[in-house]
């Protein structure tokens, strides 16, 4: 009977300990990394918001006529717009389409981006070409370039992705490049050449760790500036079709009836700016994070 309490007073000791250590490991989080914990509990909260809340919510496009212009009351907490439709609903169906359009926009251009910058880094041939290229590219203002690529092809969420994700490229090509620029100087870098190591291979294993860092931090910026991007061309008109529910519609609608309604414009508004504000402060304090000068110093 010793011998079995034995094992349950050791197994609850452990599970103590454990818990214990989480709880130290999240203090420790939160005082060392702040930014870090607080933007991504509340990026956090509006990912639950986006996936969980729209089932329980009202139909977003329901129009009632006889509701309209309401101001924001128990019945509908963000008030109704110039057509009845409850602003609620549609503003927690608007996070999905920011969230889907800053994560998929992200996602691309790392992609790309990572690709050709370790192509146009390494290979000194190819640099001057593919540099020429992305200079182009940064010359012609992204939201410009935006509504042309939509005003040819038609306003589809694909689209808006596509459009938002082609200026975003050569700043994800540029950053790479400097970093295969320094790396590919370095005496491993230059052993494994001298080994007969592949081309892949280097890029691989000794070049690409060392963007990993620096491209998290700029995935971070990217999702946010697509998020704006996106609220933008859905502003004037030129992104997400009306009949889906984003913030930049939402707004968009309501600027007409400002003076009257002004919480039509306000709250799309004010969780644009929340989400935004959550992933920028994470891509800081990751950025302080990363970087080892600065985390010395911290």
Not at 271 to 279: D, P
Request: with cysteine; charged share 15%; net charge positive.
């Amino acid at each position: 009977m010793s011998t079995q309490s034995d094992k349950v007073d050791f197994t609850t000791s452990a599970d103590a300990t454990l818990t214990s250590r989480k709880e130290a490991s999240l203090a420790s989080l939160m005082w060392k990394h702040p930014s870090v914990f607080w933007g991504g509990l509340l990026l956090v909260i509006m990912v639950l918001v986006a996936v969980f809340g729209p089932p329980l919510t009202t139909n977003p496009v329901a129009i009632h006529p006889i509701d309209r212009l309401k101001i924001p009351s128990a019945e509908f907490w963000f008030g109704t717009d110039y057509l009845g439709r409850n602003v609620f609903s549609r503003v927690i169906y608007g996070a999905r389409v920011s969230l889907v359009v800053g994560l998929a926009v992200a996602i691309v251009a790392v992609v790309l981006g990572l690709v050709t910058g370790l192509v146009s880094g390494y290979m000194r041939w190819l640099d001057a070409i593919i540099m020429r290229i992305m200079d182009g590219l940064m010359a012609i203002p992204g939201i410009l370039l935006a509504i042309a690529l939509i005003s040819l092809s038609g306003a589809t969420l694909f689209t808006v992705i596509i459009a938002i994700v082609v200026p975003e490229i050569p700043r994800v090509v540029r950053l790479v490049r400097s970093v295969v620029l320094t790396v590919r100087e370095e005496p491993y870098v230059e052993a494994a050449i001298a080994a007969g190591t592949r081309t892949h291979l280097i890029l691989v294993r000794h070049i690409l760790p060392n963007t990993i860092a620096p491209l998290i931090v700029q995935a971070t910026y990217i999702c946010g500036s697509a998020m704006l991007t996106e609220s933008i061309l859905g502003f004037l008109g030129a992104g997400i079709p009306p009949e889906i529910p984003s913030w930049g519609n939402i707004m968009s609608e309501g600027r007409t009836y400002f003076q009257l309604s002004p919480w039509i414009i306000f709250f799309p508004g004010i969780a644009l700016a929340l989400t935004v504000l959550a992933v920028n402060t994470v891509g800081d304090g990751l950025r302080d994070t990363l970087d080892p000068r600065i985390a010395r110093k911290m």
